[in-house]
């Protein structure tokens, strides 16, 4: 080498070389830890048949209100727009 300090480089590369080797085994070890503590949290519990059919009563009921309309507890049925809901003037028309 030409300099006469190529040996604080050498310790300066390995140095660095070190520290990203240590960085990349704590993210690996992070890793494994964090699938290993999910593996041992508890199972959600299993959804039964009257869960599902509440809940597609709700989704149900969200259709049948209309596109800007919601239901709220305690407000009744508000707009999403803020408007006062037009309802059509020939129901035909309404149902193509």
């Known amino acids: 080498m030409a300099g006469e300090n190529w040996t604080f480089w050498f310790n300066m590369t390995n140095f660095a070389l070190g520290m990203i080797t240590v960085l990349a085994l704590a ?11 999910v593996r041992k949290a508890p199972k959600p519990r299993a959804v039964n048949a009257a869960d599902l059919e509440r809940v597609g009563a709700e989704i149900d009921s969200w259709f049948k209100a209309g596109p800007h309309s919601l239901t709220v507890p305690g407000l009744g049925l508000t707009m999403a727009d803020g408007g006062e809901k037009i309802e059509p003037e020939n129901k035909e028309e309404s149902r193509k």
Request: glycine share 18%; proline share 0%; aromatic share 18%.
């Open 27 to 37: 993210v690996v070890f992070g890793a494994v830890g964090w699938d290993l503590l």
